[in-house]
Protein backbone atom coordinates (compact mmCIF):
# COMPACT_ATOMS: atom_id res chain seq x y z
CA UNK A 1 0.00 0.00 0.00
CA UNK A 2 1.06 3.59 -0.69
CA UNK A 3 2.39 5.84 2.31
CA UNK A 4 3.23 9.56 2.43
CA UNK A 5 5.76 10.79 5.23
CA UNK A 6 5.85 14.68 5.84
CA UNK A 7 8.81 14.58 8.65
CA UNK A 8 8.43 17.94 9.66
CA UNK A 9 5.20 19.32 11.26
CA UNK A 10 5.86 22.51 12.06
CA UNK A 11 8.14 25.45 10.34
CA UNK A 12 9.02 28.69 10.75
CA UNK A 13 10.24 31.17 8.27
CA UNK A 14 11.05 35.04 8.26
CA UNK A 15 8.82 36.44 5.32
CA UNK A 16 11.35 36.76 2.35
CA UNK A 17 13.32 33.81 3.19
CA UNK A 18 13.29 30.35 0.74
CA UNK A 19 10.81 27.48 1.86
CA UNK A 20 11.36 23.74 1.47
CA UNK A 21 8.97 21.47 2.86
CA UNK A 22 10.02 17.55 2.64
CA UNK A 23 7.53 14.79 1.37
CA UNK A 24 8.33 11.14 0.72
CA UNK A 25 6.70 8.32 -0.63
CA UNK A 26 6.33 4.61 -0.64
CA UNK A 27 4.81 3.26 -3.87
CA UNK A 28 5.36 0.07 -5.93
CA UNK A 29 4.68 1.57 -9.33
CA UNK A 30 5.32 5.45 -10.38
CA UNK A 31 3.52 7.76 -8.27
CA UNK A 32 1.06 10.36 -8.95
CA UNK A 33 2.51 13.34 -6.79
CA UNK A 34 0.61 16.08 -5.38
CA UNK A 35 0.75 18.84 -3.17
CA UNK A 36 -2.32 20.64 -1.27
CA UNK A 37 -2.77 23.75 0.97
CA UNK A 38 -4.97 24.65 3.35
CA UNK A 39 -5.90 28.37 4.57
CA UNK A 40 -7.25 28.50 7.87
CA UNK A 41 -10.98 27.49 8.15
CA UNK A 42 -10.62 26.62 4.15
CA UNK A 43 -11.13 23.31 2.16
CA UNK A 44 -7.97 21.86 0.48
CA UNK A 45 -6.40 23.16 -2.77
CA UNK A 46 -4.44 21.91 -4.95
CA UNK A 47 -0.87 23.50 -5.78
CA UNK A 48 0.97 21.63 -7.84
CA UNK A 49 1.12 17.63 -9.70
CA UNK A 50 3.31 14.94 -11.00
CA UNK A 51 2.17 12.21 -13.13
CA UNK A 52 5.51 11.60 -15.21
CA UNK A 53 7.84 13.86 -17.79
CA UNK A 54 9.86 16.81 -16.40
CA UNK A 55 10.62 16.14 -12.42
CA UNK A 56 10.45 19.71 -12.18
CA UNK A 57 6.54 20.91 -11.45
CA UNK A 58 5.93 24.27 -11.26
CA UNK A 59 2.25 24.98 -9.68
CA UNK A 60 0.31 28.27 -8.26
CA UNK A 61 1.54 31.03 -5.85
CA UNK A 62 5.15 30.64 -6.68
CA UNK A 63 5.39 27.12 -5.76
CA UNK A 64 7.33 24.42 -7.84
CA UNK A 65 8.27 20.87 -6.53
CA UNK A 66 10.56 18.54 -7.87
CA UNK A 67 10.65 14.45 -7.84
CA UNK A 68 13.05 12.46 -7.35
CA UNK A 69 12.57 8.96 -7.95
CA UNK A 70 15.73 7.70 -6.42
CA UNK A 71 15.25 9.64 -3.18
CA UNK A 72 11.14 8.86 -3.19
CA UNK A 73 11.03 12.34 -2.87
CA UNK A 74 8.86 14.94 -3.96
CA UNK A 75 9.74 18.12 -1.63
CA UNK A 76 7.56 21.26 -2.37
CA UNK A 77 9.92 24.94 -2.43
CA UNK A 78 9.55 28.38 -2.94
CA UNK A 79 12.35 31.26 -3.49
CA UNK A 80 10.27 34.12 -1.20
CA UNK A 81 7.90 33.12 1.44
CA UNK A 82 4.77 35.71 1.95
CA UNK A 83 3.34 36.25 5.22
CA UNK A 84 -0.27 34.61 3.32
CA UNK A 85 1.69 31.65 2.74
CA UNK A 86 1.11 31.10 6.49
CA UNK A 87 -0.85 27.21 5.84
CA UNK A 88 -0.62 23.74 6.41
CA UNK A 89 0.57 21.75 3.34
CA UNK A 90 -0.27 18.32 2.42
CA UNK A 91 2.31 16.06 0.35
CA UNK A 92 -0.37 13.18 -1.55
CA UNK A 93 0.50 10.44 -3.49
CA UNK A 94 -2.25 8.72 -5.99
CA UNK A 95 -2.71 5.33 -6.84
CA UNK A 96 -4.53 2.46 -8.94
CA UNK A 97 -7.98 3.30 -9.71
CA UNK A 98 -11.05 5.58 -8.80
CA UNK A 99 -8.75 8.79 -8.28
CA UNK A 100 -7.95 7.53 -4.87
CA UNK A 101 -5.49 9.56 -3.04
CA UNK A 102 -3.45 8.76 0.67
CA UNK A 103 -2.59 12.40 2.30
CA UNK A 104 0.65 12.82 4.81
CA UNK A 105 -0.18 14.28 8.05
CA UNK A 106 0.82 18.02 6.97
CA UNK A 107 3.43 20.30 7.63
CA UNK A 108 1.82 23.46 9.49
CA UNK A 109 3.92 26.90 8.18
CA UNK A 110 4.57 30.08 9.88
CA UNK A 111 5.60 33.05 8.60
CA UNK A 112 7.04 35.64 10.77
CA UNK A 113 7.62 39.34 9.86
CA UNK B 1 -16.91 27.84 -10.69
CA UNK B 2 -17.28 24.33 -9.74
CA UNK B 3 -18.42 23.45 -6.40
CA UNK B 4 -18.05 20.79 -3.69
CA UNK B 5 -20.97 21.84 -1.01
CA UNK B 6 -20.96 20.51 2.44
CA UNK B 7 -24.39 21.00 3.93
CA UNK B 8 -23.10 22.13 7.46
CA UNK B 9 -20.15 24.20 8.67
CA UNK B 10 -20.72 22.92 12.19
CA UNK B 11 -22.50 20.40 13.86
CA UNK B 12 -23.15 19.46 17.62
CA UNK B 13 -24.15 15.42 17.91
CA UNK B 14 -25.35 13.34 21.05
CA UNK B 15 -23.70 10.40 21.29
CA UNK B 16 -25.64 7.63 20.28
CA UNK B 17 -27.46 10.29 17.61
CA UNK B 18 -27.67 8.78 13.79
CA UNK B 19 -25.88 11.67 12.14
CA UNK B 20 -26.13 12.72 8.32
CA UNK B 21 -23.39 14.46 6.84
CA UNK B 22 -24.62 15.99 3.37
CA UNK B 23 -21.97 16.58 0.38
CA UNK B 24 -22.83 17.62 -3.20
CA UNK B 25 -21.30 18.41 -6.14
CA UNK B 26 -22.24 19.98 -9.67
CA UNK B 27 -19.00 18.78 -11.81
CA UNK B 28 -20.45 15.49 -12.81
CA UNK B 29 -17.91 13.61 -11.46
CA UNK B 30 -17.73 9.59 -11.25
CA UNK B 31 -15.31 9.58 -7.93
CA UNK B 32 -16.71 11.29 -4.58
CA UNK B 33 -14.91 10.68 -1.40
CA UNK B 34 -15.25 11.12 2.65
CA UNK B 35 -12.19 11.80 4.75
CA UNK B 36 -11.67 12.89 7.83
CA UNK B 37 -8.94 15.87 9.54
CA UNK B 38 -7.66 15.30 12.97
CA UNK B 39 -4.78 17.12 14.05
CA UNK B 40 -1.46 15.16 13.83
CA UNK B 41 -2.95 12.37 11.83
CA UNK B 42 -4.05 14.55 8.66
CA UNK B 43 -6.87 12.92 6.20
CA UNK B 44 -7.97 9.76 6.52
CA UNK B 45 -9.68 8.64 4.01
CA UNK B 46 -13.27 6.63 5.66
CA UNK B 47 -15.33 5.50 2.11
CA UNK B 48 -15.14 6.62 -1.62
CA UNK B 49 -17.68 6.17 -4.50
CA UNK B 50 -16.68 5.51 -7.68
CA UNK B 51 -20.62 5.27 -9.24
CA UNK B 52 -23.72 5.59 -8.07
CA UNK B 53 -24.75 3.01 -5.47
CA UNK B 54 -21.23 1.92 -6.08
CA UNK B 55 -18.76 2.06 -2.64
CA UNK B 56 -15.58 1.24 -0.94
CA UNK B 57 -14.29 1.41 2.15
CA UNK B 58 -11.20 3.90 3.01
CA UNK B 59 -8.85 3.14 5.84
CA UNK B 60 -11.17 3.88 8.10
CA UNK B 61 -14.68 2.76 7.65
CA UNK B 62 -15.37 1.54 11.08
CA UNK B 63 -18.78 3.14 12.50
CA UNK B 64 -19.34 4.85 9.39
CA UNK B 65 -21.81 4.27 6.44
CA UNK B 66 -22.54 6.15 2.85
CA UNK B 67 -25.30 6.53 0.53
CA UNK B 68 -25.30 7.62 -2.67
CA UNK B 69 -28.46 7.32 -4.61
CA UNK B 70 -27.35 10.53 -7.23
CA UNK B 71 -25.14 11.19 -8.95
CA UNK B 72 -24.25 14.19 -7.55
CA UNK B 73 -24.53 13.55 -4.26
CA UNK B 74 -22.64 11.79 -1.51
CA UNK B 75 -24.24 11.29 2.21
CA UNK B 76 -22.06 10.12 5.14
CA UNK B 77 -23.84 8.17 7.79
CA UNK B 78 -22.99 7.87 11.54
CA UNK B 79 -24.86 5.43 12.40
CA UNK B 80 -24.49 5.99 16.44
CA UNK B 81 -22.62 8.97 16.93
CA UNK B 82 -19.49 8.77 19.60
CA UNK B 83 -17.19 11.33 21.02
CA UNK B 84 -14.16 10.29 18.73
CA UNK B 85 -15.95 10.88 15.80
CA UNK B 86 -15.50 14.25 17.11
CA UNK B 87 -13.54 15.23 13.57
CA UNK B 88 -13.63 17.92 10.49
CA UNK B 89 -15.07 15.83 7.59
CA UNK B 90 -14.08 16.53 4.12
CA UNK B 91 -15.96 15.68 1.08
CA UNK B 92 -14.28 15.39 -2.46
CA UNK B 93 -15.23 14.53 -5.69
CA UNK B 94 -12.50 13.68 -8.53
CA UNK B 95 -12.91 14.07 -12.13
CA UNK B 96 -10.32 13.11 -15.16
CA UNK B 97 -6.34 12.26 -13.95
CA UNK B 98 -7.09 12.96 -10.13
CA UNK B 99 -8.46 16.26 -10.28
CA UNK B 100 -9.86 16.93 -6.63
CA UNK B 101 -12.01 19.40 -5.36
CA UNK B 102 -12.55 19.74 -2.24
CA UNK B 103 -15.75 21.18 0.17
CA UNK B 104 -14.98 23.31 2.93
CA UNK B 105 -15.62 20.99 5.62
CA UNK B 106 -18.27 20.36 8.18
CA UNK B 107 -16.71 20.30 11.86
CA UNK B 108 -18.56 17.94 13.90
CA UNK B 109 -18.69 17.81 17.70
CA UNK B 110 -20.17 14.82 19.87
CA UNK B 111 -20.83 15.42 22.88
Known amino acids: AQSVTQPDIHITVSEGASLELRCNYS??????LFWYVQSPGQGLQLLLKYFSGDTLVQGIKGFEAEFKRSQSSFNLRKPSVHWSDAAEYFC???????????FGIGTKLQVIP | DVKVTQSSRYLVKRTGEKVFLECVQDMDHENMFWYRQDPGLGLRLIYF???????EKGDIPEGYSVSREKKERFSLILESASTNQTSMYLC??????????FGSGTRLTVV
Open chain 1, 27 to 32: YGATPY
Open chain 2, 49 to 55: SYDVKMK
Open chain 1, 92 to 102: AVGSGGYQKVT
Open chain 2, 92 to 101: ASAGQNYGYT
